[in-house]
């Protein structure tokens, strides 16, 4: 009699204990809880590797400088100048570019890099000045286009040399 009384109770009890989980969530509730698009995610930086653990997209506040154990570029960002933003890397882990602003003079930068040097730059600093520059690795050769509020100029380097664009260049 004991016996059936302890499973008649075992099984009373776990009936409650269903009618009380169940009973208390709704189809609703289910669905907010498993539907995240309306949920922002906020963090302090996000980096993507891919099937090998290479970091191959960091997106981040404070942008750690280029790291590769195949070899760093040969001009890393300068130490306490730190940028914020999105940086991609190549196969190897090399930084080949971003999209970042810095943090000291508020510039947006837009990047490319290739494995020994930046070469591509377009950017706008806070006030309004912009600049596109592309440059060979060396950088003897040079393209630059640069606009404020009181100039817009073309600047030409061909072999170390500037090269005059109008009769009036001097």
């Given at each position: 009699?004991?016996?059936?009384?302890?499973?008649?109770?075992?099984?009373?009890?776990?009936?409650?204990?269903?009618?009380?989980?169940?009973?208390?969530?709704?189809?609703?509730?289910?669905?907010?809880?498993?539907?995240?698009?309306d949920?922002?995610?906020?963090?302090?930086?996000?980096?993507?590797?891919?099937?090998?653990?290479?970091?191959?997209v960091?997106?981040?506040?404070?942008?750690?400088?280029?790291?590769?154990?195949?070899?760093?570029?040969?001009?890393?960002?300068?130490k306490?100048?730190?940028?914020?933003?999105?940086?991609?890397?190549?196969?190897?882990?090399?930084?080949?570019?971003?999209?970042?602003?810095?943090?000291?003079?508020?510039?947006?930068?837009?990047?490319?890099?290739?494995?020994?040097?930046?070469?591509?730059?377009?950017?706008?600093?806070?006030?309004?000045?912009?600049?596109?520059?592309?440059?060979?690795?060396?950088?003897?050769?040079?393209?630059?286009?640069?606009?404020?509020?009181?100039?817009?100029?073309?600047?030409?380097?061909?072999?170390?040399?500037?090269?005059?664009?109008?009769?009036?260049?001097?």
């Amino acid at each position: 009699m004991k016996k059936n009384l302890l499973y008649g109770l075992t099984i009373f009890n776990s009936i409650c204990f269903l009618i009380i989980l169940f009973g208390f969530s709704s189809g609703d509730n289910e669905k907010k809880l498993l539907n995240y698009s309306d949920r922002i995610l906020k963090v302090r930086g996000l980096i993507i590797v891919d099937s090998l653990g290479i970091e191959r997209v960091i997106i981040a506040s404070q942008i750690p400088t280029s790291q590769s154990s195949l070899g760093n570029r040969l001009y890393p960002r300068e130490k306490g100048t730190n940028v914020s933003g999105l940086m991609i890397y190549d196969s190897e882990g090399q930084e080949r570019g971003g999209y970042v602003t810095d943090d000291d003079y508020g510039n947006a930068f837009l990047t490319l890099d290739s494995k020994t040097g930046q070469t591509f730059l377009a950017l706008a600093e806070p006030y309004g000045a912009t600049a596109l520059q592309l440059w060979d690795r060396k950088g003897r050769n040079k393209i630059s286009l640069e606009t404020t509020d009181s100039i817009a100029q073309i600047n030409i380097k061909n072999n170390n040399k500037s090269i005059k664009l109008y009769r009036d260049d001097k």
